[in-house]
Structures are given as structure tokens and as C-alpha cells.
């Protein structure tokens, strides 16, 4: 039904609309060809995007009046650094609220999981079940038999929208890079901070894997991304209760894990700043770290490396959240450049004010209770002079 799909949403569209298109591993995005070519005949179409994984080649932002993306990165580096797409630089918490205002679409166009009650949700929830809150938004929906049914929220009306496209396209598969020694000196240095019955949460990486190796005392997983890493406890025996996140991303075996497992959730749960579930140990990397312990986990020189997602939510959740912390843990260089600097090369992604530590491989600064001297020299003194 995919060769059908550009006379439906010719069909839909009308000039001046804006449609917002759901992200992640299982993201519709090999229908964005067809919804450009009906774009452009139509005219006046904006795009929204988000977190996009892969995009195909035949994809032309040309097609379309504007195209923002809320999460650069990934597949979008290209087309952002080129200016054919605008990179919205917003926190995943706030996306909700930007799609109910100034972004607010007209269409929304998902991948779902064709179910006996409804579409249900598949490799990713987040901010896409926000748009359900609208009453008045209607759905263009593939229908993808492949996605794994991983969601505690409830299926999707059929009444709710239009049937666009039926696939059976796994999501996008994701092999981590093995993880190497400084990243293994560093997970050894975070384990003794995550107490037994604390909830984590971590950005995906080879830090995470080797943190996952490293524990030795149960925890939660609370994150944006489900990734392999929840597999490699759940394999020791450490996963003490049904993970929540806001994305699947993985390989073949985590898909087959999670499917009917209701580990995905809408980001407003996922991200919340509050003190479900006990301790919240948040464990972020960064492209570098300034004297202060601000992050910048945008931008390498002039060049957009990710979106800054879910990174400032979660470091003030871990902030505020009582017996918690939020952690910046980073190797001290990168790519044969120093990750401390006096001043960031990119913009500010999380403030000073919702870092409490700072891990690397030469040891833990502590930056809770002091002024901005004091963590300079906090910082100093776990990265070589």
C-alpha cells in the first residue's frame, strides 16, 4: 500500500497546513518521499520532525515550505548544517507544550501497530501521545506489523485517523560500539553511586553498557531510551522492576524483549522532574564541560552533533530528586581535545545549577554546595593539569 500513500495524503493536505511527524527506531519516515511529493503539489506545507534515525535518500525538504526538526542530530546533521532544515532547539519535556503552540499541527502522521481494538503503540511513545490530548488532530497512520507492542498506554481509536500506509518494517537496529577501557574506568567509578533499589536513568552510549556491567546491586530503569543495556541486567538478575522510557532503541533481541512488555510511556511521565520510585541517579554524557560544570551536549565546534533531548529534563530530575543525583560522566578527552574547557564552544544544553557530579576516568568531582571557584578547582583535579 506504500505506492498509495502520496494520493491519500494528497487527499488529506490542504495549503497552508503543517504536519508534525512521529520519531524514533520505528518512525514512518520511508513515507516522507510520498508526503513530499503530495506537499509540493499541494503547496504551502510545513514539516515537523524529531528524532530521526535514518531518513531515505529520495527525502527532499525542497517539498515543503519549511521543515523544523525539534532534536537535531543523527540523520538530520546534513540537512541542518546545509540549512534545509531548522533545528528548534528544545528540551523533549517542553515538545508537548510546542506542539500545542507555536508548532501546533494540523496532521499528524505515526507509525502504529495494527491491533484487534485499535493502533497500538510500538518502538516509541514520548511526545506523540500528547497529540491524542487534542481531540480535533487527526492521525495518518502506517500500519506496521513489525513494531513490537511495548506500551502501557492504551491503543488508538481507528477513528481517530486514516490508515496511509500497511508495512512490516522492523525498526532501525542499533549495534553499540564495544565499550573500552576509560569507558569501563569510569562506570567503575559511577557504580558505588547508585545505591541498592535506586532508579536510573542513563543516556545510551558505551558508558551505560559498561555501567550495566559494572553494577552490583538492583536497580530501576527510568530513561528516555530503552536501549541493550536493560537486557544485560535483567540477565544478572539487577532489573528490579519493569523499566519505563520514552524510546526504544536497539538490536533485534531488545525489540523481541520488550515486545508485550509495558515499558514505553508518554514523556510528560517519563521526564517528569518528581520523586517517583525512590533515588534518581541520572547519568548523562557531554561533548565537553566547562569550569563551572555546565554541559554542552549540542554542538562540536560549529558542528550540531545531537538535539539536546532529554539531557536537562533528567539532569534536574536527578537534581532535585531527594537522595539523588545528577551525574555528568565524560571521558577527559575526546577526538585528542581536552572535554574540560574554561569557556563552551556550544551552547549551554544544562546549566550549572542541575550538575552535582562529574565523573571521568581519573575520579568523581563533587560540585554540590560550592560557588563557581571551588568547582573550577573540583574540576581540575579529574582531568590532567
Known amino acids: 500500500m506504500l505506492e498509495d500513500a502520496a494520493g491519500v495524503f494528497a487527499a488529506e493536505l490542504r495549503p497552508g497546513m503543517r504536519v ?10 520511508a513515507l516522507l518521499p510520498a508526503l513530499g511529493a503530495a506537499a509540493r503539489e499541494v503547496g504551502g506545507i510545513s514539516l515537523v520532525l524529531g528524532w530521526c534515525v535514518s531518513l531515505p535518500p529520495e527525502f527532499d525538504p525542497g517539498d515543503f515550505h519549511e521543515v523544523r526538526s525539534v532534536m537535531g542530530g543523527f540523520a538530520l546533521r546534513r540537512l541542518i548544517a546545509g540549512g534545509a532544515v531548522r533545528y528548534v532547539p528544545e528540551r523533549l519535556a517542553g515538545v508537548p507544550a510546542l506542539l500545542n ?6 496532521l499528524a502522521l505515526l507509525a502504529l501497530h495494527p491491533g484487534t481494538s485499535g493502533w497500538e503503540w510500538g518502538s516509541e511513545v514520548s511526545w506523540m501521545r500528547s497529540l491524542l490530548d487534542r481531540p480535533d488532530l487527526r492521525l495518518l497512520v502506517e500500519e506496521n506489523e513489525a ?16 490508515a496511509v500506509a500497511r508495512s512490516h518494517r522492523a525498526p532501525d537496529i542499533v549495534t553499540p560500539p564495544e565499550a573500552r577501557e576509560v569507558h569501563r574506568a569510569i562506570a567503575a567509578r559511577l557504580a558505588p553511586l547508585v545505591p541498592a533499589g535506586a532508579t536510573l536513568q542513563y543516556g545510551p552510549g558505551p558508558i551505560a553498557d559498561a555501567l550495566g556491567d559494572a553494577l552490583e546491586v538492583p536497580v530501576a530503569i527510568r530513561s528516555g ?42 514523556v510528560e511521565h517519563t521526564h517528569a522532574a518528581d520523586a517517583r520510585g ?53 571521558p577527559t578527552s575526546r577526538a585528542g581535545r581536552s572535554t574540560l574547557v574554561e569557556r563552551l564552544t556550544g551552547p ?22 560550592l560557588d563557581d571557584t571551588e568547582r573550577r578547582a573540583a574540576l581540575l583535579t579529574i582531568w590532567p593539569s
Do not use: C, K, Q
Not at 530503552?226 to 525489540?255: C, F, K, M, N, Q
Not at 549551554?348 to 554546595?369: K, M, P
Open 20 to 29: 508534525v511527524v512521529g520519531d524514533g527506531a520505528g518512525a514512518p519516515t
Open 101 to 106: 503552540g507555536p508548532l501546533r499541527p494540523d
Open 147 to 162: 513494531l513490537p507492542r511495548a506500551s502501557r498506554e492504551p491503543p488508538v481509536p481507528r477513528s481517530r485517523g486514516t
Open 225 to 266: 531510551m530503552i536501549t541493550d543495556t536493560v537486557l544485560r541486567l535483567a540477565g544478572r538478575g539487577l532489573l528490579a522492576a519493569v523499566p519505563s522510557g520514552a524510546y526504544l532503541w536497539g538490536t533485534e533481541r531488545l525489540y523481541a524483549w520488550a515486545d508485550g512488555r509495558p515499558v514505553l510511556d508518554r
Open 278 to 330: 525512590g533515588p534518581l541517579i541520572t547519568v548523562n554524557a557531554a561533548l565537553e564541560v566547562d569550569h563551572t560544570g555546565a554541559v554542552n551536549v549540542e554542538r562540536a565546534g560549529d558542528r550540531l552533533v545531537s538535539g539536546i533531548g532529554g539531557h536537562p529534563d533528567f539532569a534536574l530530575a536527578g537534581h532535585v530528586s531527594v537522595g539523588g543525583l545528577s551525574v555528568i560522566a565524560v
Open 348 to 369: 549551554t544544553s544544562t546549566t550549572r545549577t542541575d550538575v552535582d557530579l562529574v565523573v571521568t576516568e581519573l575520579g568523581v568531582a563533587d560540585l554540590r554546595g
